[in-house]
């Protein structure tokens, strides 16, 4: 069956651009995970959704991190005036209970920016 | 806080032998996971380990828990070539979902 996809693969910014990046999770998944991974570091969580909620953000690293999931599937994690120390792979997860169960997790998108 | 370090970061193996891969954690949990990443690819989950004492077990690999010890290993029996990876151990704390991972350990198998 599908798995947890995610959009663009690549991405290239110039400093100060925003940048979205979407997750498609598996369908009927009631957990979201947002974690970002630094070259040769393990991910590092961002932000956590149970449904439309979002239960903890704790994991952003300032507010020029935003992430949504309006319906309770789709997810868009948005980065604002974006800095080179933004650039690493930013994995989704999602999982099918409402606590950390067993996650999947998408292929990533890899921002760079310049 | 919780912290997840394994070790060794980096290991290099000939064909045919015998290694474990540790990872500590500094807070109770209940919940440990090993994944696999290949370069440039998503994490694979390898095993969920959910109470003292577990352990499993898929082809060369087995992962034990010891919650006591706040300690997982996983264990490479008669390794090969494609076992070379990143290997991640994760710890979920209690009933947060934050998810914290090792460092991961760079395993290379030699022919």
């Known amino acids: 069956g599908a798995g947890v996809s995610q959009s663009p693969r690549y991405k290239v910014a110039k400093r100060g651009q925003d940048v979205a990046l979407r997750c498609d999770p598996i369908?009927?998944?009631?957990?979201l995970f947002w974690y970002q991974q630094a070259l040769g570091q393990g991910p590092e969580f961002l932000t956590y959704?149970?449904?439309?909620?979002?239960?903890?953000k704790s994991g952003l690293p300032s507010d020029r991190f935003f992430a949504e999931r309006p319906e309770g599937s789709v997810s868009t994690l948005k980065i604002q005036r974006t800095q080179q120390e933004d650039s690493a792979v930013y994995l989704c997860?999602?999982?099918?209970?409402?606590?950390?169960?067993?996650?999947?997790f998408g292929p990533g998108t890899r921002l760079t920016v310049t | 806080e919780l912290k997840v370090e394994q070790n060794p970061l980096f290991l290099s193996m000939q064909e045919g032998k015998n290694y474990t891969i540790y990872c500590n954690y500094s807070?109770?949990?209940?919940?440990l996971y090993w994944y696999r990443q290949d370069p440039g690819k998503s994490l694979e989950s390898l095993f969920v380990?959910?109470?003292?004492?577990a352990v499993k077990q898929e082809g060369r690999l087995m992962a034990s828990l010891d919650t006591k010890a706040r300690l997982s290993t996983l264990h490479i029996t008669a390794a090969v070539h494609d076992l070379s990876a990143t290997y991640f151990c994760?710890?979920?704390?209690?009933?947060?979902?934050?998810?914290?991972f090792g460092a991961g350990t760079r395993l290379t198998v030699k022919p």
């Open positions: 380990l959910l109470s003292n004492g």
């Open positions: 369908s009927g998944h009631v957990s």
């Open positions: 997860a999602s999982s099918l209970g409402r606590l950390a169960g067993e996650q999947y």
């Open positions: 994760a710890v979920v704390s209690g009933n947060n979902n934050d998810m914290r």
């Open positions: 807070t109770t949990s209940d919940r």
């Open positions: 959704f149970q449904n439309e909620a979002q239960l903890d």
